[in-house]
């Protein structure tokens, strides 16, 4: 009966060590954490589907845009597309890292060539870190030109104030184009552009239409979008982000004139040629942009609520520390049953 006690508790403790060996190895599964931090980093995606212009390829435009606390920890791995008959689909690998970027974009772009499609219907999805994100089906009718047009909005400071300038090109003629009014958003302000009807033949090549100027008077500091829609359908959307300063490029042309006269001894004629030459510079402008005075607010969200980056530094450090924490609390249950079995019963 005492070997019996003494075989079992021996196995008893074997078995312990294996487990916390486990434990400060490998990681705890945080997985699902990890996703619901990659979801509330996202800010929007947005997938657009489009073709050559002699339609011999098609594309799928992916842009994803991220939280500004969120971007400096973030690393995309796009990966490839697949296809399983009119079924394409892509897993995007999402994961933050520990360093900081030094260079962090909010809005990361990839395009992924689909190849030439015949007539039909198809459907794109999106997954992230395995999990199905979006999806977007599209029909193709014919692989010949038919409409196609761009919204460009572009966001500028004109020295007294913000202003969103909108551009449409086309591959025909829109017969009327309203422009509409700009409305405040909860994070920007939208438009919506009514066009009437498209006419004309439908050419290989776009132009540009008309260009509308659009007044977002001055902005407190912060991060705005600017969203576009045609037709009552949201077309694009960019961001833009008021501060204090604002650093822009400008190229600076200058023109220089040199005159030389010289003599030519045949005819004795005299004859002055003017060479007239044309460069470019560049130059850093620093601007100083008037923001507009926020109003006072209690700061007991502020003091409450977690941000991502917040959020990021707490998981690695839980990472690290619970398998260690882990596997100095399996020793000492370890050495405990090591003396309540063995150590007692020799005293």
């Known amino acids: 009966m005492i070997n019996?006690?003494?075989?079992?508790?021996?196995?008893?403790?074997?078995?312990?060590?294996?487990?916390?060996?486990?434990?400060?190895?490998?990681?705890?599964?945080?997985?699902?954490?990890?996703?619901?931090?990659?979801?509330?980093?996202?800010?929007?995606?947005?997938?657009?589907?489009?073709?050559?212009?002699?339609?011999?390829?098609?594309?799928?435009?992916?842009?994803?845009?991220?939280?500004?606390?969120?971007?400096?920890?973030?690393?995309?791995?796009?990966?490839?597309?697949?296809?399983?008959?009119?079924?394409?689909?892509?897993?995007?690998?999402?994961?933050?890292?520990?360093?900081?970027?030094?260079?962090?974009?909010?809005?990361?772009?990839?395009v992924y060539d689909l190849g030439f499609l015949e007539k039909g219907n198809y459907t794109f999805k999106l997954y992230i870190n395995n999990e199905l994100y979006k999806i977007e089906n599209f029909i193709i009718e014919k692989t010949e030109p038919t409409l196609y047009y761009i919204v460009t909005p572009w966001i500028e400071w004109n020295g007294e104030e913000w202003i969103a300038r909108v551009a449409l090109d086309a591959n025909?003629?829109?017969?009327?184009?309203?422009?509409?009014?700009?409305?405040?958003?909860?994070d920007g302000f939208m438009i919506n552009i009514i066009v009437e009807e498209w006419t004309g033949n439908i050419s290989k090549y776009s132009y540009r239409y008309g260009e509308h100027n659009y007044s977002l008077g001055i902005l407190e500091e912060g991060e705005y979008w600017f969203y576009v829609y045609v037709n009552g359908v949201i077309d694009t959307f960019v961001p833009f982000e008021v501060s204090r300063i604002l650093m822009t490029f400008t190229e600076i042309w200058s023109t220089v004139t040199v005159t030389y006269t010289f003599t030519e001894t045949y005819f004795n004629?005299?004859?002055?040629?003017?060479?007239?030459?044309?460069?470019?510079?560049?130059?850093?402008?620093?601007?100083?942009?008037?923001?507009?005075?926020?109003?006072?607010?209690?700061?007991?969200?502020?003091?409450?609520?977690?941000?991502?980056?917040?959020?990021?530094?707490?998981?690695?450090?839980?990472?690290?520390?619970i398998p260690l924490s882990l596997f100095i609390i399996v020793i000492m249950i370890t050495i405990l049953l090591y003396y309540i079995l063995f150590k007692r019963r020799e005293i």
Request: aromatic fraction near 14%; charged fraction near 25%; charge should be neutral.
């Open 172 to 186: 025909m003629v829109p017969k009327g184009i309203h422009w509409g009014d700009v409305i405040k958003t909860k």
């Open 269 to 321: 004629i005299t004859m002055v040629h003017t060479i007239t030459d044309t460069h470019r510079e560049g130059k850093d402008i620093t601007t100083y942009i008037t923001i507009k005075v926020k109003e006072k607010t209690t700061t007991t969200k502020q003091l409450t609520t977690k941000t991502i980056e917040t959020k990021i530094k707490e998981k690695f450090e839980i990472e690290n520390f």
């Open 4 to 110: 019996f006690i003494k075989f079992s508790s021996f196995m008893i403790i074997l078995l312990f060590f294996p487990i916390s060996f486990y434990f400060n190895i490998i990681q705890i599964n945080c997985n699902s954490e990890n996703q619901e931090l990659i979801k509330d980093s996202i800010k929007s995606i947005y997938v657009s589907i489009y073709p050559e212009e002699d339609y011999s390829k098609w594309y799928a435009f992916i842009e994803i845009y991220l939280k500004e606390d969120a971007a400096p920890h973030i690393d995309i791995d796009w990966g490839e597309v697949n296809r399983n008959g009119n079924i394409f689909y892509v897993n995007i690998s999402m994961k933050f890292i520990s360093k900081t970027l030094e260079f962090p974009v909010i809005n990361r772009v990839n």
